[in-house]
């Protein structure tokens, strides 16, 4: 069978390698939900099980890093070019290929954002952001949203959920939560010490938490009465997840600074951007090299970052993603009357969409539901009553009835176990 790639002793004996040389805990944590999946074969929205067998449509995409789907063959052929004649570059030295990157961004980014600083991961570029926020104020307080998430790493996990740090010691000085979406906590919690704002557009851990339309307006404002940066964590919300290139486009603002990545890297080479006013270059004046990062911006990577860019930003890729959004909006509508007494809403802000359920358990049983139907949908850890639908951004109109007819089994299934 062209798609059997290892027999049922390869996979058992991957489950045995895996949980004594990298986590014994994940191992009994999915077979113990039975969500025995080891990811093979992939191609465009869907992956295959190492043994064969197993299909799922892929309606978690790493939080979009599969924006453009498993395997993009645009993004690939331009890996191979790429691989031509450069690699990782010298990340102390000037490069063609992060200036032409950044160059790029500057251009699509919403205001001026002029400059940008190149990561690996999310929580690296958000720790810059932070930084540069600190440097440029001279200020120390962070204020971030209850239940957003940054990252792991030293600063973007000090602005996040307590239960994310607590194992690790003491909390860092300096930050603050309130909650999303609170125009009156925000009012209150900023003052002259406080260096920056920082939240996702769309809180996609939080439960793809749709802010009120004027809310980012009115905290623009604020932080800027209050000589407060305003940074957006777009890692999950931007290029294209919500039909505009950046969330942000639709309520109308202007960061002070701009994160983007998982999607940034095609699915194929990490990178990620931190972006943010010229005037904030001047962090950089004194030391050129106080922030430094060794495969952060790798040319082969600014390669690929450049192709999804010139994919996601062309007005008929955002108006393919507008399109099926609607027809994803309207098939859940159907899927809404069908089970009044388990669905409470769709969230959604173009392909950015959460199934927010009854309560607390249903993100859970809709993701096991939803494996067992041939779907890949990972609830909202921040808020289990959500089971986000991130569907790869060039999913076939033709493919959204067979998602949702996946969704319906995978609701009825969960309505099963709850007696709803
Ligand atoms: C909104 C947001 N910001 C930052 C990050 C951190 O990115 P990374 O895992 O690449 O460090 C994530 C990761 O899920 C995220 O969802």
């Known amino acids: 069978m062209e798609n059997n790639l290892f ?56 939080g979009g890093v599969f924006n453009l ?13 790429a691989l031509a004649d450069l690699d990782i570059g010298n990340h102390h030295l000037i490069s ?52 957003g998430y940054h990252g792991h790493t030293g600063l ?38 406080t260096a920056a704002l920082i939240v996702e557009t769309v809180p996609a851990t939080f439960g793809i938490a749709v802010p009120d339309p004027d809310y980012l307006a009115q905290a623009r404002q604020l932080c800027h009465q209050q000589g407060s940066l305003l940074i957006v964590d777009e890692v999950q919300s931007g290029l294209g997840r919500t039909g505009k290139l950046w969330a942000v486009q639709h309520f109308g603002i202007e960061p002070d600074i701009l994160v983007t990545g998982k999607g940034l890297s095609g699915g194929i080479y990490p990178i990620t951007a931190t972006c943010f006013r010229s005037e904030l270059e001047t962090v950089f004046h004194d ?21 999804v860019l010139e994919i996601s930003s062309d007005p008929a890729f955002l108006a393919h993603v507008q399109a099926v959004a609607g027809q994803f909006s309207n098939e859940y509508a159907k899927l809404q009357d069908k089970y009044p007494a388990l669905l409470v809403r769709l969230r959604q802000l173009g392909m950015m969409m959460g199934i927010e359920m009854v309560n607390e358990m249903c993100g859970p049983l809709f993701t096991k539901a939803a494996f067992e139907a041939g779907l890949l949908s990972v609830y909202a850890n921040n808020d289990t009553r959500v089971a986000q639908l991130l569907p790869p951004l060039i999913v076939q109109q033709e493919d959204v009835p067979e ?15 709850l007696g709803l």
Not at 403 to 417: C, N, P
């Open 96 to 147: 063609r290929q992060r200036a032409i990157l950044a160059q790029k961004l500057a251009e699509l980014a919403p205001g001026d954002l002029a400059y940008t600083v190149f990561g690996v991961g999310g929580g690296e570029a958000i720790d810059l952001a932070i930084k540069v926020a600190r440097g440029y104020t001279n200020r120390q307080k962070i204020i971030s949203a209850r239940g």
């Open 403 to 417: 998602i949702m007819m996946r969704v319906d089994m995978a609701l009825g299934g969960v309505s099963k176990v």
């Open 69 to 81: 789907g498993h395997r993009n063959p645009a993004i690939l052929e331009q890996l191979k070019s």
């Open 156 to 193: 973007a996990l000090a602005a996040g959920d307590e239960k994310y740090y607590a194992p690790f010691g003491a909390p860092l000085s300096g930050f603050l939560q309130i909650p999303f979406n609170d125009i009156d906590a925000l009012q209150k919690a900023l003052d002259n010490e």
């Open 7 to 62: 027999g049922d002793q390869e996979r058992q004996e991957t489950f045995a390698v895996f949980a004594d040389h990298v986590s014994s805990g994940k191992v009994q944590f999915f077979t113990g939900a039975g969500v025995d999946f080891i990811p093979g074969r992939r191609e465009g929205i869907y992956m295959w099980d190492i043994g064969g067998e197993k299909r799922l449509i892929d309606c978690h995409c790493n």
């Open 287 to 307: 030391d050129p090299f106080i922030h430094i990062s060794t495969f952060g911006g790798s040319e082969v990577g600014c390669m690929v970052a450049l192709k």
